[in-house]
């Protein structure tokens, strides 16, 4: 059973910088493309950002390019998200998900993860 646990949320003024982590745990999920979701209040969950089984490609919502950045470490097993210049508008929690190598649709589609995290807190104060 591979069980996706997120880490880094909290509270944090606007213009501020917070570093998520997503460890693995069950199985290695080195050939798996990685992606962060965020779901606000009363909205959908949205694609935040993803990268490829070997971290050499990555792909970033239009809301998030430039202060958003995505890495892995599969030595670890684990999954970063480095957030700067945050804005009271990325307040969400923020999910972990992991997508198999046999899928090949757009990575900010949500049906291709099989592999979700529980969810960690992320709120900007403005």
């Known amino acids: 059973q591979v069980q996706l646990v997120e880490s880094g949320g909290g509270l944090v003024q606007a213009g501020g910088s917070l570093r998520l982590s997503c460890a693995a745990s069950?199985?290695?999920?080195?050939?798996?493309?990685m992606a962060w979701f965020r779901q606000a209040p009363g909205k959908e969950r949205e694609f935040a950002a993803a990268?490829?089984?070997?971290?050499?490609?990555?792909f970033y919502a239009d809301s998030v390019k430039g202060r958003l950045t995505i890495s892995r470490d599969n030595a670890k097993n684990t999954v970063y998200l480095q957030m700067n210049s945050l804005k009271p508008e990325d307040t969400a929690v923020y999910y972990c998900?992991?997508?198999?190598?046999?899928?090949?649709?757009?990575?900010?589609?949500?049906?291709?993860?099989?592999?979700w995290g529980q969810g960690t807190q992320v709120t900007v104060s403005s």
């Open positions: 069950g199985r290695t999920l080195s050939t798996y493309a």
């Open positions: 990268i490829s089984w070997n971290g050499g490609s990555t």
């Open positions: 998900a992991g997508r198999p190598p046999r899928y090949s649709g757009p990575y900010y589609q949500l049906d291709g993860y099989n592999y």
